[in-house]
């Protein structure tokens, strides 16, 4: 955290004397900032329970009075996410703040559980996809064009490079998640899965279904 304040603290005092310039520099929107961000770090803060309505890309109706213990705060491709403890469900789930409404801090505080360790319980996921499986021992070849920027943005923490003359394998120890496959396509032919078997299958299945998209086989 306080790496990423002295980060921001640097780039807002740059930025503060640009603005005659202002109209040629282009920066990312992190939406999910602006309503709820303050609201939920007090909860966080305070161990207090977080009341709010939700709306999933997944479902067309939205989720009402949904209440959790907050965990943890994680950012993630320009969102932020929460990931707290389901009252009702009696689970550990995550939420977007960008599709929170009407939130509202509650009254009852919580106390985490002695045995539960916020960093622990993300290390070995790629982003925002918390699950209970093993991590898995994985191996991704990239070109030697792609290992540069691989190089200068790690995927994950545990990454690990082996230079070879024309790619570079990159180990990882990490769960094996939608978003993760996700990553892995979007860096197209410049990479390969070499193993798991597992990560391989459901990077072939993806790539697969994508084809179905166009009719191809």
Same mark, same amino acid.
């Given at each position: 955290v306080t790496d990423w304040l002295l980060n921001?603290?640097?780039?807002?005092?740059?930025?503060s004397s640009v603005r005659d310039v202002?109209? /040629?520099?282009? =920066?990312?929107? *992190?939406? +999910? !900032? /602006?309503?709820? =961000?303050?609201? *939920?770090? +007090? !909860?966080?803060?305070?161990?207090?329970?977080?009341?709010?309505?939700?709306?999933p890309y997944t479902r067309v109706n939205p989720t009402r009075d949904v209440v959790i213990e907050p965990y943890f705060l994680k950012i993630f491709k320009q969102r932020?996410?929460?990931?707290?403890?389901?009252?009702?469900?009696?689970i550990i789930k995550t939420y977007a703040l960008d599709r929170?409404?009407?939130v509202a801090i509650g009254s009852e505080k919580f106390t985490i559980a002695p045995d539960f360790d916020a960093e622990n319980f993300?290390?070995?996921?790629?982003?925002?996809?918390?699950?209970?499986?093993?991590?898995?021992?994985?191996?991704?070849?990239?070109?030697?064009?792609?290992a540069k920027y691989m190089r200068a943005l790690p995927l994950h923490h545990s990454q690990r490079e082996e230079i070879h003359d024309s790619f570079s394998d990159f180990h990882y120890r990490l769960r094996l998640t939608p978003d993760f496959v996700q990553?892995?396509?979007?860096?197209g032919p410049d990479v390969k899965v070499i193993s798991p078997p597992e990560l391989k299958a459901m990077v072939t299945e993806a790539l697969r279904s994508a084809l179905d998209q166009y009719g191809l086989k």
């Open positions: 921001s603290a640097a780039m807002s005092n740059v930025l202002s109209e /040629r520099i282009f =920066l990312e929107d *992190v939406p +999910s !900032a /602006r309503l709820y =961000l303050s609201q *939920v770090i +007090s !909860a966080l803060r305070e161990q207090l329970q977080l009341h709010f309505t939700y709306r932020w996410y929460v990931t707290g403890l389901n009252i009702r469900d009696k929170m409404e009407d993300v290390k070995d996921s790629f982003g925002i996809v918390f699950t209970q499986a093993d991590p898995h021992d994985v191996l991704i070849r990239a070109n030697t064009r792609r990553e892995i396509l979007s860096l």
